[in-house]
């Protein structure tokens, strides 16, 4: 029997910030376990302690009580909800600017970022400036920035919540094929029901403010089917009303 080891673990993770009114608990005793290769979905109110969770995570804030480790060494990507390009740059050097800063700028590399520029038909693109591309395009040239240094681990923070709705749902499967051929374990942050259950393994949902894991649900579909096609069966729709009624407001 094929055992799936844990990739994250976390425990009584616990964050506060001080203000001039005071101090403020952002995030309460959360424990949570990732596997690898596992697709997770985080949930909950606006403002409960989301984004603060990934970004302890992602070590751009290093302050917090309780722990979290990974039990084997891991890169770590992470992609915010803004393209961050470059504007000066040209897309090939936007999307090469993280192996440069982390001197893995070598032909294997490289070569690999070639490759995702041609997958998403932005290799005829690639001397150009962000300015001349789509909001769908500069996303995906942000997201091969982000899978360029072949991270085991993606942290997702509302990457798609800007796109339009079509373009959302066709990069949200980009992401998903991708992680899934290159055995990525993905973790994402989104306001989006539709979105979390079409792509998790587990969805888990956050209280309010300071906000702790009010519960998990496991999600289970063929895994034939697509994103997309997930949202029109009838599993979608027993899900997306379990997990609102576990939601503490309308998010």
Known sequence: MHVVNNLLVINNLSKRYNTLSGEIAAISNISL???EGEFVAIVGS???????LLSILSALDKESDGEFFFTKDVTVGYMLQQDAL???????????I???????YDKEHIDYVNKLLKLYDLYDFKDKKPTSLSG???????LIRTLALKPDLLLLDEPFSALDYQTRLLICEDVVSICKREHITMIIVTHDLAEAISVADKVVV????PCYVKTIIPITFNKKLS????????????YYEKIWRCLDVII
Request: some cysteine; proline content about 2%; glycine content about 8%.
């Open 33 to 35: 376990e990732v596997k």
């Open 46 to 52: 606006s403002g409960c302690g989301k984004s603060t």
């Open 86 to 96: 470059l504007p000066w740059l040209s897309i090939y050097d936007n999307a090469t």
């Open 98 to 104: 993280g192996l440069k800063i982390n001197h893995l």
């Open 136 to 142: 769908g395009m500069k996303q995906r040239v942000a």
């Open 206 to 209: 956050l209280s309010k403010r």
């Open 227 to 238: 994103t997309i096609e997930k949202r029109n069966t009838e599993e979608f729709t027993q």
